[in-house]
């Protein structure tokens, strides 16, 4: 996939990375945060968020019902130009604009 495709992330999924990996797993934040500088970062971009997305998530809560992480995943995505996702939740099979490639 790598090599055919360019692949983003927010912040999120760094902050998604780290917190499950204490909580579920009980790996250290640093060997956390080591995995993600040497094999995560080198290989994607990071999008920003932003107040437009933030505003655009709002919308996306209040027409969906999603969660805000994803509705944030999602707007962040949207206004990225981004139209495909790499996910196992089927939340984002909500929003015609996306399609999902993992679920």
Do not use: E, I, Q
């Given at each position: 996939m790598l090599s055919e495709n360019k692949v983003y992330i927010d912040v999120l999924v760094l902050n998604e990375l780290l917190y499950i990996?204490?909580?579920?797993?009980?790996?250290?934040?640093d060997v956390s945060i080591e995995f993600i500088e040497s094999i995560v970062l080198p290989y994607v971009e990071i999008l920003p968020l932003r107040t437009e997305e933030f505003r655009e998530a709002s919308g996306i809560i209040k027409s969906f019902s999603m969660r805000p992480s994803d509705a944030l995943h999602a707007a962040v995505i949207l206004r990225s130009d981004i139209s495909r996702i790499v996910s196992e939740d089927i939340e984002f099979d909500k929003i015609k604009e996306l399609e999902s490639l993992d679920n």
């Open positions: 990996s204490k909580k579920k797993h009980n790996v250290p934040y």
